[in-house]
């Protein structure tokens, strides 16, 4: 019988990166900005209740209750990308699944970190990878169900 789970998934990154539009892209298949969106995996339907920064990053740090609970979380681009795995390392649950994405792929010519070195990173820190544009929509849904089928599903996780 398919189940129904349930999880928090935070966003990271620098200001402006593109954070708020790759999750808009995502729960709404839309590009132009506290939303909630589903995934199926293997028949089950997984949750995802997403907390967007809402620009506080510019604090250089976030607030504790951000990462409270946090089962997954989305470091958007390379930018600084260390500063926020160490924030998240040092503040949210040891077991959180923590995706690497590098955004405006559209603007692939003005790459500043390329393919290798963002997966070599990536494979030394023991994040997911993976590029997407939220402008044209490529790789957004693939970085959300690649954290998909890496959540633990628990009796924990279930929804009620
Ligand atoms: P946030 O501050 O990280 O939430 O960033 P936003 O989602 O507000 O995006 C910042 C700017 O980058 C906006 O002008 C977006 O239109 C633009 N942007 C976001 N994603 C992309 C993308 O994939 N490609 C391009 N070309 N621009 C993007």
Redesign the pocket.
């Known amino acids: 019988m398919p189940k129904i789970y349930q999880y928090k998934l935070v966003?990271l990154?620098?200001?402006?990166?593109?954070?708020?539009?790759?999750?808009?892209?995502f729960v709404k298949n839309s590009?132009?900005?506290h939303q909630e969106s589903t995934i199926g995996v293997d028949k089950d339907t997984l949750k995802f209740e997403i907390w967007?920064?809402a620009?506080q990053?510019r604090y250089n740090s976030l607030a504790p209750m951000y990462y409270r609970g946090a089962h997954a979380a989305v470091v958007?681009?390379f930018e600084r990308a260390k500063k926020w795995v160490t924030e998240l390392l040092r503040n949210a649950s040891p077991n959180i699944v923590i995706a690497l994405v590098g955004?405006?792929?559209?603007?692939a010519t003005h790459r500043q970190v390329t393919l290798e070195e963002g997966q070599a990173y990536a494979d030394e820190a023991n994040l997911l990878f993976t590029e997407?544009?939220?402008?044209?929509g490529d790789g957004v849904s693939e970085a959300f169900i690649k954290i998909a089928k890496k959540l633990p599903k628990t009796e924990q996780q279930m929804a009620s």
Not at 13 to 23: F, H, I, T, Y
Not at 103 to 107: A, T, V
């Open positions: 966003l990154g620098e200001s402006a990166v593109g954070k708020s539009s790759l999750v808009l892209r590009f132009s900005d967007d920064t620009g990053e958007d681009s955004n405006k792929l559209d603007l997407a544009s939220a402008r044209s």
